[in-house]
């Protein structure tokens, strides 16, 4: 998101939601369940449920950036060998000039950074500032 | 059983278990790799698209989830990053 607020007024942006990585009907993981991340999903069978599980994680991250979701057909993840997760900028032109590795090892948010740098400048934030440390003072 | 073949066997067997543990540390489990292999191997590909393609277009629905729009719809002059990926 941080990438999407440095650079969308020099590039658009579109989040495109395809079949999910760990369904809980599939190849479910700890780490979702509830009491840890609390994503809990099966498969979507319908379009109805991609279009729901993609409100839920609009609306529980306050998703700014403008979403599509795949149809049943999985005609955008088939076009561009998506799933689990890529990355791809197309140029002004209508054609792919970055392709990004394929999830979850070879995803890599700062190669598209890196791009959006290259030709629109690098845009740094400040560090955040350090903790203040916890008072020594007794309480009377 | 000739010892030749006897090696053979047991250097197989060796290499087998190796790429297990090695599925195992990178799947998160022995239980996970069976899962890795029955539904995500099937899924994951590298794909034809390359640097230069012309980026395929495809139908996408909006989050009311009866509009639709195509992906050439937001090339609008500027690069358009494409971030793919699913919630869980």
Redesign the interface.
């Known amino acids: 998101m941080q990438i999407y607020n440095d650079y969308k007024d020099h590039a658009d942006f579109l989040t495109i939601y395809i079949r999910e990585a760990h369904p809980t009907d599939e190849w479910r993981m700890n780490s979702n369940e509830k009491g840890k991340d609390n994503v809990c999903y099966a498969q979507p069978k319908s379009i109805s449920d991609r279009v729901a599980i993609a409100n839920d994680f609009t609306k529980r991250f306050k998703y700014p950036v403008p979403f599509g979701i795949d149809e049943m057909s999985n005609a955008a993840n088939d076009a561009y060998a998506a799933w689990p997760e890529r990355l791809y900028i197309i140029d002004e032109n209508g054609r792919v000039s970055y392709k990004g590795g394929n999830g979850p090892f070879k995803y890599d948010p700062k190669e598209v950074r890196a791009w959006l740098a290259k030709r629109y400048g690098e845009v740094k934030h400040p560090a955040p500032a350090p903790a203040a440390p916890a008072s020594t003072e007794k309480k009377s | 059983m000739p010892t030749a073949l006897k090696w053979m066997l047991f250097s197989l067997a060796v290499v087998l278990l190796g790429a297990f543990a090695f599925l195992s540390w990178m799947a998160?489990s022995p239980k996970?790799v069976y899962?890795?292999v029955?539904?995500?191997f099937p899924?994951?590909?590298?794909?034809?698209?390359?640097?230069?393609?012309?980026?395929?277009?495809?139908?996408?629905?909006?989050?009311?989830?009866s509009a639709t729009?195509r992906?050439?719809e937001?090339?609008?002059?500027?690069?358009?990053?494409?971030?793919?990926?699913?919630?869980?």
């Open positions: 998160g996970d899962y890795m029955r539904y995500a899924h994951m590909h590298t794909g034809n698209l390359k640097a230069g393609d012309q980026a395929p277009d495809a139908q996408l629905v909006a989050l009311d989830g729009f992906i050439r937001k090339t609008a002059g500027r690069p358009l990053v494409l971030v793919f990926g699913s919630f869980t």
